[in-house]
């Protein structure tokens, strides 16, 4: 036999496993269960750092199915399908990020169409991630135990994720918590779709970009320095060279999300700031784009300054966040598994770079990926992310298999 087909006949004894076999039946035949969790908990609001109510909600859901549950000291949701009775015996990690770039305002921002697709923020990321969580905790608490576990598995529902969070909640147990060396395989999902292993972590830098000065009136104190000005020029010549050396080599990307500033149109502004994210696939250039931010806002407030008859203007340059890199390995077992996973319920998947919860894993030389949860989605980041059940069970199917050989291995995954 060769490699491929070991691995395939390996993924295809555990599918037909009498657990397996009910948990795979069992994403069939409950689909309307998993919709309607998925439903009732993205209408609970979970901005970053404000995901409390959230993780409570997904506490009370794993104890009525009799699964252990709590928060840990980072305010990670951790549930157990059973007592966690040895803490020497190795852990296999199933983790999704519980906060979202945009929540929703009230109950009726999170809305079902006839089709059954769900539209309003973080209904996709990671709304799917989290209610692919439940969904495998279900399944497994109602079926059969998995064959030959040699391993326990762990729930997580992380903090922090999105955004300025900079990834608190996985730091805290991959770095922090004793679980996180008892872990062999970290197993992340993020958002919807079948089609993508994430087992490159995409790096990235965050700053904030700040413009002070005196301030006064539009017209009596024309001549001052305006920190609205110096910032626009600031982001001009920055996103023209960035735009343009990003083209060339490792794909880059720059992006300012946040400008703000100003009281009244009348009025000079004392302050104006914008936050930029920074990522690149390759540490160096991204290192090269952080000193191009550091010259291009020195050159800024050098052109601001000369301008001004008065009111001068000062600067500063505030990293805000950083994600770290990192890769699986092309010869792990983990990317072996699902790839023989993918094969055996004919799925057509790419390997790909992003950034995730399990950049901090795999930037600790862990074994982790990333993968979607199943079904449809996009308008990621917006007002009109959405999210379609079509083919949810496939994507469950898949998690369901990689977690059932991740705990029969006996050693790092």
Same mark, same amino acid.
């Given at each position: 036999?060769?490699?491929?087909?070991?691995?395939?006949?390996?993924?295809?004894?555990?599918?037909?496993?009498?657990?397996?076999?009910?948990?795979?039946?069992?994403?069939?035949?409950?689909?309307?269960?998993?919709?309607?969790?998925?439903?009732?908990?993205?209408?609970?609001?979970?901005?970053?750092?404000?995901?409390?109510?959230?993780?409570?909600?997904?506490?009370?859901?794993?104890?009525?199915?009799?699964?252990?549950?709590?928060?840990?000291?980072?305010?990670?949701?951790?549930?157990?399908?059973?007592?966690?009775?040895?803490?020497?015996?190795?852990?296999?990690?199933?983790?999704?990020?519980?906060?979202?770039?945009?929540?929703?305002?009230?109950?009726?921002?999170?809305?079902?169409?006839?089709?059954?697709?769900?539209?309003?923020?973080?209904?996709?990321?990671?709304?799917?991630?989290?209610?692919?969580?439940?969904?495998?905790?279900?399944?497994?608490?109602?079926?059969?135990?998995?064959?030959?576990?040699?391993?326990?598995?762990?729930?997580?529902?992380?903090?922090?994720?999105?955004?300025?969070?900079?990834?608190?909640?996985?730091?805290?147990?991959?770095?922090?918590?004793?679980?996180?060396?008892?872990?062999?395989?970290?197993?992340?999902?993020?958002?919807?779709?079948?089609?993508?292993?994430?087992?490159?972590?995409?790096?990235?830098?965050?700053?904030?970009?700040?413009?002070?000065?005196?301030?006064?009136?539009?017209?009596?104190?024309?001549?001052?320095?305006?920190?609205?000005?110096?910032?626009?020029?600031?982001?001009?010549?920055?996103?023209?060279?960035?735009?343009?050396?990003?083209?060339?080599?490792?794909?880059?990307?720059?992006?300012?999300?946040?400008?703000?500033?100003?009281?009244?149109?009348?009025?000079?502004?004392?302050?104006?700031?914008?936050?930029?994210?920074?990522?690149?696939?390759?540490?160096?250039?991204?290192?090269?784009?952080?000193?191009?931010?550091?010259?291009?806002?020195?050159?800024?407030?050098?052109?601001?300054?000369?301008?001004?008859?008065?009111?001068?203007? %000062? *600067?500063?340059?505030?990293?805000? @966040?950083? &994600?770290? !890199? /990192?890769?699986?390995?092309? #010869?792990?077992?983990?990317?072996?598994?699902?790839?023989?996973?993918?094969?055996?319920?004919?799925?057509?998947?790419?390997?790909?770079?992003?950034?995730?919860?399990?950049?901090?894993?795999?930037?600790?030389?862990? %074994? *982790?990926?990333?993968?979607?949860? @199943?079904? &449809?989605? !996009? /308008?990621?980041?917006?007002? #009109?992310?959405?999210?379609?059940?079509?083919?949810?069970?496939?994507?469950?199917?898949?998690?369901?298999?990689?977690?059932?050989?991740?705990?029969?291995?006996?050693?790092?995954?």
């Amino acid at each position: 036999m060769t490699g491929n087909a070991q691995w395939r006949a390996c993924i295809e004894e555990l599918a037909q496993a009498a657990g397996a076999r009910e948990c795979l039946r069992w994403f069939t035949r409950e689909k309307q269960w998993v919709n309607e969790r998925h439903l009732e908990m993205c209408r609970i609001p979970a901005p970053t750092f404000l995901e409390r109510a959230r993780a409570e909600w997904m506490a009370a859901q794993f104890h009525a199915m009799g699964c252990e549950a709590c928060l840990d000291p980072a305010g990670n949701l951790l549930a157990r399908l059973e007592p966690d009775r040895d803490p020497t015996q190795p852990l296999v990690v199933l983790t999704a990020h519980l906060d979202t770039v945009l929540a929703p305002r009230q109950k009726d921002d999170i809305a079902l169409e006839p089709d059954g697709t769900l539209r309003g923020p973080g209904v996709s990321d990671n709304g799917a991630g989290l209610a692919g969580l439940l969904a495998v905790a279900r399944a497994l608490k109602s079926s059969p135990p998995l064959p030959e576990a040699n391993a326990a598995l762990l729930l997580a529902a992380t903090v922090g994720e999105e955004g300025e969070g900079n990834l608190t909640g996985m730091r805290h147990l991959v770095h922090e918590s004793p679980l996180g060396e008892r872990t062999r395989a970290w197993l992340v999902l993020e958002g919807a779709g079948t089609d993508r292993i994430i087992h490159q972590a995409l790096a990235s830098r965050r700053f904030e970009v700040a413009f002070s000065g005196p301030g006064g009136h539009s017209w009596s104190d024309s001549a001052s320095a305006n920190p609205i000005h110096a910032l626009a020029r600031a982001i001009t010549l920055f996103s023209e060279q960035c735009g343009r050396a990003a083209l060339e080599g490792p794909r880059s990307s720059c992006h300012f999300g946040i400008v703000e500033g100003g009281w009244s149109v009348n009025a000079i502004p004392s302050l104006a700031r914008g936050k930029v994210d920074l990522r690149s696939e390759d540490d160096r250039k991204l290192d090269e784009m952080a000193d191009l931010l550091t010259v291009t806002v020195e050159r800024a407030l050098e052109i601001e300054n000369q301008r001004a008859g008065d009111g001068k203007l %000062a *600067a500063r340059l505030k990293a805000i @966040g950083a &994600r770290p !890199g /990192g890769q699986l390995e092309d #010869t792990s077992p983990l990317l072996a598994a699902v790839r023989a996973v993918d094969a055996h319920l004919g799925l057509r998947t790419q390997l790909v770079c992003s950034s995730t919860d399990a950049n901090v894993p795999l930037a600790a030389g862990h %074994a *982790a990926l990333a993968l979607g949860a @199943g079904g &449809r989605g !996009g /308008g990621i980041h917006s007002p #009109t992310e959405w999210f379609s059940p079509e083919g949810r069970d496939l994507g469950l199917k898949r998690i369901l298999l990689l977690v059932a050989w991740a705990l029969r291995q006996e050693s790092p995954a």
